[in-house]
């Protein structure tokens, strides 16, 4: 894939997320796109939000769990990017900033040092880590019914929209991440649960595993960024009124309100 083409579908990603409107898949179009064309397309999409002034909170990890791999029916883990535009604070969520987004249960790590790979292991990422933290992340693929193959997902900035961060904060040490339990509920019915073991059988390992993906493209992740590392639960689509709870063994708990501008009778 050429140049241009690369910035053609960058911005056809974009527009898509800015105009909330689903688009037909890239591989539609282009169905030998490979993992490694799907990244530049990734790369080009960050740099074109970067030069419109947004920031990176840091980057996260997706499709870790068995649960969410077979609930997207892929295979590999994946990385993408959290911007500080996605952010949102306080305990409602306008359902209308999205396509058709769904919420899954994280765990976040704030990183005290910077963490170059190759070769990282879970145990310098607990050791570079200040503090772990709950986190409900809100996903909207652009893609039409959130289907997808790996190299649209990747391009598709691993379908990131949206962030709650918990206020619980805890130091690593302070808990075994594998071992933390986390229940989803809506509207006070539990929807999924899981440990902390789901998501590569350490979240810490996945974090590690990102700074080994970077490193392939001469990239650390940096002190100061929160990092995902990724769905413990399987994703959960939201609607109009939900009352979203999740519950974190150790980690406290996170709620917030599914609004919409939108009436609807
Ligand atoms: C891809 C996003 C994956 C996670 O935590 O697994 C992700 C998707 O499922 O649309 O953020
Ligand atoms: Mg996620």
């Known amino acids: 894939m050429d140049k241009a ?14 105009e909330k409107q689903e688009v037909t898949r890239i ?9 490694e064309t799907a990244y530049e397309i990734q790369e080009q999409l960050v740099q074109m939000k970067l030069a419109e002034g947004y920031r990176i909170v840091g980057p996260k990890m997706g499709l ?3 649960a969410k791999m ?17 952010v949102v604070s306080g305990t409602e969520f306008e359902l209308t900033d999205c396509i058709h987004p769904k919420v899954e249960a994280e765990i976040a790590f704030v990183l005290g040092k910077d963490i170059e790979g190759p070769g990282i292991s879970g145990a310098q990422v607990l050791a570079a880590t200040e503090y772990v933290i709950p986190a409900l992340e809100i996903i909207d693929s652009r893609y039409e019914n959130f289907q997808f193959t790996l190299p649209d997902v990747i391009a598709d900035n691993a379908s990131s929209s949206r962030v709650m961060f918990g206020n619980c904060i805890q130091r690593p040490e302070a808990l075994e991440l594998d071992l933390v339990g986390v229940t989803l509920s809506i509207n006070g019915q539990i929807k999924d649960l899981g440990a902390g073991a789901a998501v590569v059988g350490h979240p810490a390992n996945s974090v590690a595993m990102l700074a080994n993906m970077l490193a392939k493209k ?19 689509m939201l609607n109009q009124g939900d009352v979203v709870s999740a519950r974190f063994d150790g980690l406290g708990c996170m709620e917030f309100i599914v609004k919409s501008n939108k009436n609807s009778n």
């Open 218 to 236: 001469g990239e650390k992740l940096k002190a100061g960024q929160t990092i995902l590392s990724g769905g413990i639960t399987g994703a959960i």
């Open 5 to 18: 083409t690369i910035q053609e579908t960058a911005r056809f990603l974009i527009n898509a997320e800015v």
């Open 64 to 66: 870790t769990s068995q």
């Open 27 to 35: 591989t539609a179009k282009y169905p030998d796109l490979s993992i």
């Open 70 to 86: 077979k609930q997207m029916n892929v295979s590999d883990p994946i990385y993408g990017y959290i911007f500080d535009y996605m």
